[in-house]
């Protein structure tokens, strides 16, 4: 069974960039498309950033031109590089399969943007 561990999150000065990364198990990671989401206290959990299996990538309005999403399959490995941070981008972020399975949340990572 696949699984998802999040890394890279935390607290940044708006402005300022990070860089998060997935990584799965198991060895059929590089046929799935996967997408970061992203949950803020109080609002529902939202997909900011996908890729295909094939290296296609499409983003939400809201961080378009300043985050990038990217994968590695050799390391079995999403990244979600993001930059010109602002406090509305602070929240939990996960990885998972795109379109999203239930079973497949792990635990995310926090990002604060606050000065």
């Known amino acids: 069974q696949v699984q998802f561990v999040e890394s890279g999150g935390g607290l940044v000065q708006p402005g300022g960039s990070l860089r998060l990364s997935c990584a799965a198990s198991?060895?059929?990671?590089?046929?799935?498309?996967m997408g970061w989401y992203r949950q803020a206290p109080g609002k529902q959990r939202e997909l900011v950033a996908h890729?295909?299996?094939?290296?296609?990538?499409n983003y939400a309005d809201s961080v378009k031109g300043r985050f990038t999403i990217s994968r590695d399959n050799a390391k079995n490995t999403v990244y979600l590089q993001m930059n010109s941070l602002k406090p509305e981008d602070t929240a939990v972020y996960y990885c998972?399969?795109?379109?999203?399975?239930?079973?497949?949340w792990g635990q995310g990572t926090q990002v604060t943007v606050s000065s």
């Open positions: 198991g060895s059929l990671f590089r046929i799935y498309a």
């Open positions: 890729i295909t299996s094939g290296g296609s990538t």
């Open positions: 998972n399969f795109q379109p999203s399975r239930r079973d497949y």
